[in-house]
Nanobody, 121 residues
């Protein structure tokens, strides 16, 4: 019943910006954490940024100072603002969330289908 849907990907020139959005819908009591991963062509999926419900965040060294993750708990959404984009940022970006449907139910992991980000040089 729970779904994650990403949006905001596209083609951008080096130095440009994009903002990715991810919306969680369905039977949701709590989400913690929410995160963004990416998978460059021919490479393994890697963690980009994590946003915890209390407001703390973590970033991969490769994106620190350029990317900002944020979340709107009331809307069950997470965002990734990407500035000063580089060709090395080209990848499929995936939204990830751990969700429980009830106050005492199990935590379950969910993935979005991914959105393509292409940065041209």
């Amino acid at each position: 019943q729970v779904q994650l849907v990403e949006s905001g990907g596209g083609l951008v020139q080096a130095g440009g910006s994009l903002r990715l959005s991810c919306a969680a819908s369905g039977r949701i009591f709590s989400i913690n954490p929410m995160a963004w991963y990416r998978q460059p062509p021919g490479k393994q999926r890697e963690l980009v940024a994590t946003a915890f419900r209390g407001g703390s965040t973590n970033y991969a060294d490769s994106v620190k100072g350029r990317f900002t993750i944020s979340r709107d708990n009331a809307k069950n959404m997470v965002y990734l603002q990407m500035n000063s984009l580089k060709p090395e940022d080209t990848a499929v970006y995936y939204c990830n969330a751990n969700i429980r449907a009830t106050v005492s139910g199990p935590w379950m992991g969910y993935w979005g289908q991914g959105t393509q980000v292409t940065v041209s040089s």
